[in-house]
């Protein structure tokens, strides 16, 4: 070893080589920021980098990635926002994610920041990350609720009865956050190769334990990766991904570790009727009460903030009033988001028109202009006009999920969802998906591995994708402002009530044929009501508007670019075009030959305007868009959809976004004069092919048909076969199809 890393132990081997003594201010440290959802991590982690933040995502799943740097006395601290988990099993992406980073990229050590109200659930996490061996220091976070709930800490006690530095802190106003952190970086120097913790499990379990940690041992299997411990631990919990991990590594380990396992938990089957999970839960909870135990918690008085839960609760649950009140609530969060949100949509649609105007006075004709102003913006301007109103509600949505509200929601769904043969846990999914409004189907589909049973896990994914997700908002706000001017917020709600209905009707009808099985039992935890604060709404707010834009920005824009060449090529044949071009030419000679403000000049312009418009609609369906939707018209007409409104379902099914954007498109192709570059609703209300009823057919229809495209790829991975992906499209087509054709039919007789 060289001088400068016995000088810096922290530094990794490599650094230092040469002598070189390495300068104070190059310290570095790694810090991961772990915990329970809801816990205060992002108000930490944010008021430790402040806007020094990087944020992306971890390769192949939709969990955020964030990272930020900030200086801790002489330390450069590179912090990595874990995503909130409450274990460190395998059956949410965000713990895979959390189990990853701690063993992949082996922090320095981890600041775990724990609800102080909530210890005995919190510590369940920092016991699982110490028994992979990496240095915890624990923020007991939320102190000044605790402190004015009457509760006290010995913290100092805790820290000396789980050996790792616990602290005080406040996130909102940052109070003990800078201690915790130069305990963290300083113990995690000293600890490097620090034991992992080791909980007893049992007589049952412990010489079993042992007997494959000495086996891994001896293989060395992934041993870079993992503590033997851990590995024969995560095996006993039956934990999939580290035995296929295992497997791949090692085989034949694999099969003598999965004997071992077999052979103890059909013991414990037989002598205590339970699982080995179960067993392992079990000890890891006495463990957790056993530090707890005498001394740690003091309360005083009775002055609680579950005191005042408990009040809010009698009235937010009621069987009859949380329900209506919950009713109420949503609605009202639809109708002021369309009373405010009306205002900036109208300014961003503006900029739009005037970026399109100005760029096809600049730009030649030919295709760079077409693709630039029918492709690109306007395709793209379509999505981001709905932004503001989509940010209100995101802001509504952040609302409910920090003051506690949304789990209360979830609570009183989950009596009805046991009707439909689906579990609690059911509905953070749906809710994730767009139950509420602006959600997304992906992160909802990924979701679902909190659901054990993979009957109800099925059942769920595949029919969250009939909510009311962000990517549809945009084509319901653009029709309803269209044909139901007034009652946008009214026709919002009640889709968003259709797709409820639908989701739950399919998963009663699946949950009685293709996957019929037992339910499971619900348990699942009210926290606290809270009052969030403004700056916490807007960071949650902006990340699910970001993610948004992102879509928007980069899959929306080569989906436009491939759209736009699907409806331009093949172009029409010179001859083809050439009966249309004469007679604009000839309408155009007799126009200039008129004196100026001539009387016929209005009519002459109609009848060019006219021309043209035939001239586009013949491009248009001379393309190879225009063929699939024309192809497809006979079977669309009983829903009243034309063979534009095909091409725009069809290039839904790569992302919902692109359905206005095509239908912006699709109208605009056949309008080639800018002056009359009028807003694609403008179009759409004044086109004799489309009515009320071929409004609510096809927002009834883009509501239930077939998911996106990385939604089925996500569906593909949780539900593990093609089969269900196909199910999955077809099905949900079909049943689009058939309500969309029952509401015209029925739209278009009682309208008329
Ligand atoms: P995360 O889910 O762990 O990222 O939690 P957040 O940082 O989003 O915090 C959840 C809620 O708790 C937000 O409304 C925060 O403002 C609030 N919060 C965070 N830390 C504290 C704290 O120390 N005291 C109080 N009273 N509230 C906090
Ligand atoms: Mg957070």
């Not at 003598?256 to 067993?279: F, P």
């Amino acid at each position: 070893m060289s001088q400068a890393s016995e000088l810096h132990p922290e530094t990794p081997a490599g650094e230092g080589k040469g002598g070189r003594v390495i300068p104070l201010h190059e310290r570095k440290a790694r810090i991961a920021l772990a915990g329970n959802p809801n816990s205060g991590k992002t108000t930490a982690f944010n008021a430790y980098t402040g806007s020094r933040q990087h944020v992306g995502n971890y390769p192949g799943v939709t969990v955020e990635k964030k990272e930020g740097v900030f200086r801790l006395d002489d330390t450069e601290v590179t912090l990595v926002d874990l995503p909130g988990t409450y274990s460190l099993t395998a059956y949410s992406a965000e713990e895979i994610v959390t189990r990853e980073v701690l063993s992949r990229e082996t922090p320095l050590a981890v600041v775990d920041v724990v609800d102080a109200s909530a210890l005995e659930r919190n510590l369940l996490l920092t016991v699982q990350i110490m028994e992979m061996g990496i240095p915890v220091a624990l923020a007991l976070n939320m102190m000044d609720e605790a402190r004015r709930a009457g509760m006290h800490i010995n913290s100092e006690m805790l820290g000396r009865r789980l050996g790792v530095p616990v602290g005080e802190t406040v996130a909102r106003t940052g109070e003990g956050l800078k201690e915790i952190m130069a305990a963290a970086v300083a113990f995690g120097r000293e600890n490097a190769r620090r034991e992992p913790l080791r909980i007893s499990y049992g007589p049952d379990l412990d010489p079993v334990i042992a007997e494959m940690e000495t086996l891994l041992t001896e293989r060395r299997v992934l041993e870079h990766w993992y503590r033997p411990r851990w590995i024969a631990v995560k095996l006993l919990e039956g934990d999939e991904r580290v035995r296929e991990e295992v497997r791949e590594a090692a085989p034949e380990v694999a099969e003598k570790l999965q004997d071992l396992h077999d052979v103890v938990s059909a013991h414990i089957r037989a002598t205590l009727n339970a699982s080995t999970e179960a067993i392992i839960a079990d000890y890891r909870y006495g463990y957790i009460r056993g530090v707890l135990s005498a001394g740690v918690i003091s309360r005083e008085g009775h002055r609680d903030r579950m005191a005042l839960t408990d009040k809010l609760d009698k009235v937010f649950t009621n069987a009859l009033f949380g329900p209506l009140i919950m009713l109420g609530i949503l609605y009202v969060m639809f109708q002021v988001t369309f009373d405010v949100g009306a205002y900036p949509q109208g300014w961003v649609e503006d900029g739009f028109g005037w970026l399109g105007d100005t760029l096809s006075d600049i730009l030649p004709e030919g295709f760079l202009k077409s693709l630039v102003v029918s492709g690109i913006i306007d395709g793209v301007g379509g999505v981001v006009s709905f932004v503001p109103l989509i940010m209100i509600m995101f802001l509504f949505v952040a609302f409910l999920e920090d003051s506690g509200y949304m789990a209360r929601i979830a609570y009183m769904v989950d009596r009805v969802f046991r009707a439909f043969g689906l579990h609690g846990c059911s509905v953070m999914p749906y809710i994730v998906a767009g139950g509420i409004a602006g959600g997304c189907a992906i992160p909802g589909v990924m979701a679902t591995r909190t659901l054990r049973s993979p009957r109800e896990k099925l059942a769920t994914l595949l029919t969250l994708p009939y909510m009311a997700c962000g990517a549809k908002l945009p084509v319901f706000l653009l029709v309803a402002g269209v044909f139901f001017p007034g009652n946008e917020a009214v026709t919002l709600f009640l889709l968003t009530l259709a797709g409820w209905a639908a989701a739950l009707l399919t998963a009663r009808l699946l949950r009685s044929t293709v996957i019929r099985g037992e339910s499971t039992p619900f348990v699942m935890e009210l926290p606290p009501y809270r009052l969030p604060t403004l700056r916490s709404l807007l960071i949650h707010c902006w990340e699910r508007t970001w993610m948004y834009l992102k879509k928007a920005g980069t899959v929306l824009v080569a989906i436009s670019i491939l759209i736009w060449a699907g409806m331009t090529f093949p172009t029409l044949d010179p001859e083809a075009a050439a009966p249309y071009e004469q007679r604009i030419g000839a309408l155009e000679d007799r126009l200039a030959a008129l004196p100026p403000d001539a009387a016929e000049a209005a009519p002459l312009n109609e009848a060019i305007e006219q021309a043209r418009q035939e001239l586009g609609a013949a491009e248009l369906r001379h393309s190879l868009a225009g063929r699939v939707g024309s192809a497809l018209e006979p079977l669309t007409r009983p829903a009243g959809f034309d063979w534009r409104t095909n091409i725009a379902m069809l290039a839904g099914i790569a992302a919902k976004e692109a359905v206005v954007a095509t239908l912006g498109t699709a109208y605009s192709l056949g309008e080639q004069d800018p002056e009359d570059a009028a807003p694609l609703a403008a179009r759409i209300a004044a086109d004799p092919g489309w009515s009320r009823a071929t409004g609510l057919a096809l927002m009834l229809f883009v509501l239930l048909y077939s998911p996106c495209f990385v939604t089925l790829v996500v569906i593909r991975h949780e539900a593990g076969s093609w089969g269900w992906v196909a199910f999955s499209m077809l099905f949900s087509t079909g049943l689009a199809y058939a309500v969309a054709v029952t509401a015209y039919q029925i739209g278009s007789r009682v309208w008329g």
